[in-house]
């Protein structure tokens, strides 16, 4: 593979447009790259999970994996009518996040967003991820979207919590509890 990018600005943006991957110019605001951009962000901020020293390797394999996948999905995004995200994708999250699932004890409570900086940051994921499914729905209502994108995203940010719950466990014993006052 040649050099991807070997000017990083083109000055083709300043006009408040951007190029699809088919080429075709849309506004920034764009539904579909909203729905693609915020895709970007929940794939940095798994990044920063990762960037969390001492992870247990299970759940360092399974969110890198994931990556390669959101990278993918926001290439589906991108290029419109290209499929890249399948089933079988979908599939693998729901065996994972099953995987995960097993060793946790059933919850009773409502856990809060924290439980140590691996554990937050999956949260902060997670969240990411919610509003990128969102995304995805709010563009899927005036363009063709395949249906295994937010589907992948709904199974995502569900991995996402349990990933959490395992990583507050791993980091501080438990989870933070909610408290009603």
Not at 1 to 30: A, F, Q
Not at 69 to 75: A, E, K, N, R, V
Not at 135 to 150: D, G, H, N, Q
Not at 160 to 170: E, S, Y
Request: contains cysteine; hydrophobic residues 40%.
């Amino acid at each position: 593979m040649g050099h991807r990018l070997s000017k990083i600005y083109t000055r083709t943006g300043d006009d408040g447009s951007t190029g699809l991957g088919d080429g075709t110019r849309v506004p920034k605001e764009h539904l579909r790259v909203e729905a693609y951009g915020t895709v970007d962000e929940a794939n940095s901020a798994l990044g920063m999970v990762l960037a969390v020293s001492g992870l247990p390797a299970p759940v360092v394999d399974a969110l890198t994996g994931i990556q390669h996948d959101l990278f993918d999905l926001g290439g589906e995004l991108c290029i419109p009518g290209h499929r890249a995200i399948t089933a079988e994708a979908v599939s693998r999250l729901e065996q994972t996040l099953d995987r995960f699932n097993d060793g946790l004890p059933p919850l009773k409570e409502f856990i809060l967003p924290g439980g140590g900086p691996a554990a937050a940051a999956c949260h902060l994921a997670r969240t990411v991820t919610r509003r990128a499914e969102r995304r995805v729905w709010a563009l899927a209502r005036s363009e063709t979207v395949a249906s295994e994108v937010p589907q992948y995203l709904n199974r995502l940010s569900d991995l996402l919590f349990v990933v959490a719950r395992v990583l507050a466990r791993h980091e501080h014993g438990s989870e933070v509890l909610w408290r009603r006052r």
